[in-house]
């Protein structure tokens, strides 16, 4: 009952939010300065074809127009894309006319999932028991090695350090790893391990401060008090008790993923949403570039939605609302 | 004394802070017969709690004992290694504490709280400590047992938490109970009810009972013997009956004037000048010595020891005698200011 | 004392609105407070003390009834007459710390309190009237220099009080003033409150769970449960013959320091807990809990009623309570004169 | 006027007085990595400030007679394929880069704030209109709303400013409504409402010295955070358009060239991670330095602030606002 009506408020919620964005963001591109039809987007012909024939210049790009429906007001352009959006009606881009963006999502959003989340997942396997470990053991060599390494991992980002590992792999110790493309798993280690690193260092980082948090709690004392063994105590108790605050960093930390999948993509050329994106915004590619973020958006509050139901497993105090 | 539960001998614990060390405890002594209740008196800062908890080896921070023996069934809890210190916890000593609602896990059903400390010790098997734990919760006045099983914390009342608590400590039938303040975060009328029923299972399980309070009114109503705390050190250890009619440490006598009650007069109330400090060096000196009035030049010397000035009532003061002398003298003559 | 009450309460009430449902902090609570009187509040946590005490100075805004203080409706005040009228009626803090900005030293907190009012004339007679103060209170000069977090819990509340003290008030709402402080130094600041009122001729509010405490300073109590007076008396006959069944169990529930080890008598606990305000009972709120309930308490909420002279009680019962009530509560252990006088 | 207390209760512990800055300035002192990290920034501000002057060569001056050279005297961080000498490139990204990051920070902090205070002071209506905009802001990625807003406004340095600046309001709105609405239902507040003191007094002397710290904190995390997202912009191809020079073009351009000239790879990025290394340094230890609670046995947990800031804006698990 209270499962219901929080999830039907959460998906109407991410239904506005997200047409919100894409409404938005249409309009950003729409007004900017320059014409959409770019050498670019279109091939050198069109270019010559404005010199040669201006009349059939003009007729073309009419005819154009009003294929993607630019010839529309503006505020008929946005219902409409935000409509076709909703409905993953979403049409060609510009720039492949033959392919329906559609097939194009297909092939690019599995590959990003599966680095944000492999990444995600690293940063969870690794982060806890390191943040643990920093826990228990406070103000030792351990503990200011762990943390400082930490705090060095926050601070590369992820594109600086997938860079780094091209260098490592690429220039220094090449055919160890592979440093570009996408198809075997070995091409997925890299970008992986480029984007958990930051992650790791987070996730370890938080669940430190949350477990020293945690074993100062009254109910450790407790736990101890009854002749709890230790090992129980620090799991059971103190643990699980911090795993409730370490989660609400996984949404925040996956929206971070996602963003930075765009950008490793591109060092180690892979042909996930990144590349569809960066090759999409710069040449304003209107139906590429929103579709893209539509899906980004949708991958990150389908995330956010799973990591407060996650909560709410976790601590019976919470009510959804 | 050999028929003693727990004996303590000059427990000292210190914390090391950012500024400095602070001397939590500097040579407690005390002990804990057979199914009495003692009661530990004294005003925050005064190591009343800290001194428990470092015999069962549970300072938390950057405290340390630093020094003393704490003997409890024929063995030092001081000596012990942490595995067997687990042991004797739970087990033989049960424990609870002031606020129910942080000492219990937000995130762990009541039942299986209750439950924990049995499967811990390895008391019964999974079935039998399901079965005992229902039978506790009724004992301890918490109805509707298997309902309650499956509550968590935040959905009971701050009374039921504490009989949740006592549950818990109570569950092996240890002992020794130590209950710190076990009544303060509660309302007065909430307050009896938890006191009758630590007399309750008192009674029906034969353990002895420390109790950390600073309320007068509940120490002199529910211990034995009181021992009154200031800087870690004992200042006076009496029987109940020898504390109310024949306190002689000053500082007991201050603090005894201080109690407001119910048909308290303001003539009768007479404040302690000063505060308690907390000690950032180990005494040197008598630690009421600022705050007292029979203050001479040797308290601000020589440290008290703690000594017998009748059978079974130890204090902690040079001038004792004189105290309680000048004490009697006072409380006539405040008598017949009151039939006046 | 004076004929003209300085502060007078008519049925005021306050609710609050918690998760949609109303939770009725205070409901219809009527008094009159007379110039340096005491007015005692007393009541378990939940029964609405700390609101009232909020409403009466207009911190909080009354739902219904209304506040004559000093012959003025508080409520027809405009924001800018009630700034000024607090120069009249201050507050003290249960927890000083809490009420004291920490970013100011205790000097400057005094002398910000005479700076909004625009009161203590030049910069430097406000300096020398903040350190008259923090003597009267006793405090050192010095303390002027020191930030809140670097005094005692006693200390920060002498300067919560210094600060109360520097406009001149003529009301002081005492918030549970001492139940943050160590016993030492709780009869300390009881004893600076009534010499301040002596000398000054303060009138307090004075709310506290403490009855001794309320006993002590109060010429007029109110108890309260679940926001509603169920009783309200001089302090003396409060304290002789309690006519509510709840009084008397609080009374009993005081556990006082015995005469002698042998008078020590078994303790006897009041059954139940105080209901949630969100969902009060029907009837008579204290009916759960009562042993004196009867059918009639079930679904008829009792009036505060005249009991005997200056008594009110808000019981159906309350003249054989009365009775028995101080009965029982020698049985429990009261002092015996107080068992005595009955 | 009679003093009723007895002398020990007159024993305040009066240590020295010093000014709150100054007790916070010991507090960071005592971080070797904050101090050092605040070497560094200095440094670094130094060189964006002088750069023009220092710089071997105008950033835009491109040479095809020595494109593509390895490190050498003459060239010490080497060249790029237009023969850009890369150390001159260096030089001029500090100087947009301190533009960009400082820059972007203030707007949004003085957007942040003004919407914030505004909420939080004026309760009702305001606080749910803002509100209701800061969850929308929080919803999704703002950086996506960073991307749009290039496109629509152009990629040199005050668009690239703006298009950082104008997302990253929220946070900071949510970080001084917080405050403001804390306190101002807490009891010093009512105190000083108590004593007949105007919004603005309150506002004045109670809140703005008690959200200060806070807020210097969020800046400290902001500057290098905006730092990312400014470099990161390159990477999708809508960073600073060349040839202005930034961190972001310098590490896409190597990127996509690594293979072949590595050298353009080594300066740039490792001076870039150290720039954001020690801005986050510095923010570490003007939290530590700045929130005396922290120091007085910690009354904030420590927990509790690191959700703040992972809500609000912390470059690594800053995500939110992305």
Known sequence: ?321 | MADELLCVEDLHTEFWRGDGTVYAVNGASFSVAPGETLGIVGESGSGKSVSVLSIVGLVRGNGQVTGGTAKFMGKDLLKLRRRQLEDIRGRDIGMIFQDPMSSLNPTMRIGDQIMEGMLSHQYTNRKGAFNRTLQLLDEVGIPEGRARFRSYPHEFSGGMRQRAMIAMAVACEPQLLIADEPTTALDVTVQTQILVLLQELQQKQRMSIVLITHDFGVATNVCDRIIVMYAGKVMESASVAEFIARPAHPYTIGLKRSVIEVGTQAHQLKAVPGVATTLMAPPHNCPFADRCQFVTDRCRAEVPELRPLSEGHYVACHRAEEVLAEAGATAVEGATADVR | MSDEPILKAEAVSKYFKVQGRTLRAVERVSFELGAGQTLGLVGESGSGKSTLGRVVLRLLEADEGKVVFQGQDLAKLSGRELRLRRRDMQIIFQDPLASLNPRMTVGAAIEDAMVVQKIGGSAAERRQRTRELLERVGLPVSAAEAYPFELSGGQQQRVGIARALSVGPKLVVCDEPISALDVSVQVQIIELLRELQKELGITYIFISHNLGVVQLLSDTVLVLYLGEVVERASAEGLFQRPAHPYTQALMRSVLKVPEAAEKRVPLVALPGEIPSPLSPPAGCPYHPRCPLAADRCRVEKPELRMVSDGHMAACHFAEEAAIGGVNGAAAFGASPELAASS | MAVITAPGAIAVRTPRHHSQLWLAWRRYKRNKLAVTGAVVVLIFVVIGVIGPWVAPQNYAQANFLYANHAPSLRFPFGTDGLGHDMLSQVIWSFRNALEIAFGASLVSFLIGLALGLWAGLRGGLADMAVMRLVDFMFAFPNYFLSLFLVVAMGRSLLPILLAIAIPGWAGYARLVRGLVLGMRNGEMVEAARALGATQRHIARKYLLPNVTNSIFVAIAFGVPFDLLVMASLSLVGLGLRPPLPSFGNMIAQAGANVLGYPWLMYFPAAIFAVILLAFLFVADGLQEALDPKAGEGGRVPRSRRLLQIARGRSPAVGGARL
């Open chain 1, 1 to 321: 009952m209270g499962l219901v009506k929080f999830l039907a408020k959460r998906i109407v919620a991410i239904v506005v939010t997200i047409s919100l964005v894409v409404g938005v963001g249409y309009v950003l591109i729409y007004i900017s300065p320059g014409t959409f039809y770019s050498a670019a987007n279109m091939g050198q012909g069109l270019s010559q074809l404005q010199v040669s024939d201006p009349a059939l210049y003009n007729q073309y790009l009419n005819s154009l127009n009003s294929r993607y429906g630019l010839n529309q007001p503006l505020i008929e352009q946005v219902g409409k894309y935000v409509w076709h959006s909703l409905t993953f009606n979403f049409g060609t881009s510009f720039e492949n006319p033959s392919i329906p963006i559609i097939h194009q999502l297909a092939q690019a959003v599995p590959i990003s999932s599966i680095l944000a989340f492999g990444a995600i997942a690293l940063a969870v396997v690794l982060g806890v028991p390191l943040g643990v470990l920093a826990a228990l053991k406070r103000n030792t060599w351990l503990d200011s090695a762990l943390t400082t390494l930490s705090m060095v991992g926050q601070a590369i980002p992820s594109f600086v350090l997938a860079v780094l590992l091209v260098l490592f792999f690429g220039v220094w110790f090449p055919g160890i790893l592979p440093v570009n493309g996408w198809g075997t798993v070995g091409e997925a280690v890299l970008p992986i391990v480029a984007l958990s690193a930051g992650n790791v260092a987070a996730v370890t980082r938080y669940t430190r401060g949350s477990m020293v948090e945690a074993l100062r709690q009254d109910y450790v004392r407790t736990a101890e008090a009854k002749g709890v063994p230790w090992r129980r105590v620090v799991l059971r108790h103190a643990l699980r008790n911090s795993l409730v605050a370490v989660v609400t960093v996984i949404g925040p930390t996956f929206a971070f993923t996602i963003i930075s999948t765009l950008w490793v993509e591109q060092i180690f050329t892979i042909p996930g949403l990144g590349t569809l994106l960066a090759q999409a915004f710069p040449n304003k590619d209107v139906p590429m570039a929103i579709t893209s973020i539509y899906v980004l958006c949708l991958l990150v509050m389908g995330m956010n939605l799973l990591v407060d139901l996650l909560y709410r497993v976790l601590d019976p105090r919470v009510k959804l609302q």
